[in-house]
Nanobody
Framework: VQLQASGGGLVQAGGSLRLSCAASGNIFKINGMGWYRQAPGKQRELVAVITGVDSTNYADSVKDRFTVSRDTAKITVYLQMNSLIPEDTAVYYC?????????????????WGLGTQVTVSS
């Protein structure tokens, strides 16, 4: 399984960015996908996740500003980030909880993308 993220970059405070992450491989079930981030000198933290039944969970710091969504057919998760603030500056990592194989013989694992830099200038 590979996760390929895109959409990071430099934006001014108040601006917007949209991150995308596509999963590829022998995937037969999406249990959950989402985003974590890690700022310099800080631990990696959850930003937003969406489960296989479209339940979502957000960090308090991004509620009402960020929206996580997914396209099951494309095995892709998106993160729409609005009203960005400098504190959102971090490397954003795509995350996926996937089952691979077949319904009769499968393995469930967590997967991580390489990360994409988001920088918000004041």
């Amino acid at each position: 399984v590979q996760l390929q993220a895109s959409g990071g970059g430099l934006v001014q405070a108040g601006g917007s960015l949209r991150l995308s992450c596509a999963a590829s491989g022998n995937i037969f079930k999406i249990n959950g996908m989402g985003w974590y981030r890690q700022a310099p000198g800080k631990q990696r933290e959850l930003v937003a996740v969406i489960t296989g039944v479209d339940s979502t969970n957000y960090a308090d710091s991004v509620k009402d500003r960020f929206t996580v969504s997914r396209d099951t057919a494309k095995i892709t998760v998106y993160l729409q980030m609005n009203s960005l603030i400098p504190e959102d500056t971090a490397v954003y990592y795509c995350y996926a909880d996937l089952s691979t194989g077949t319904p009769w013989s499968f393995t469930r694992n967590d997967y991580w993308g390489l990360g994409t830099q988001v920088t918000v200038s004041s």
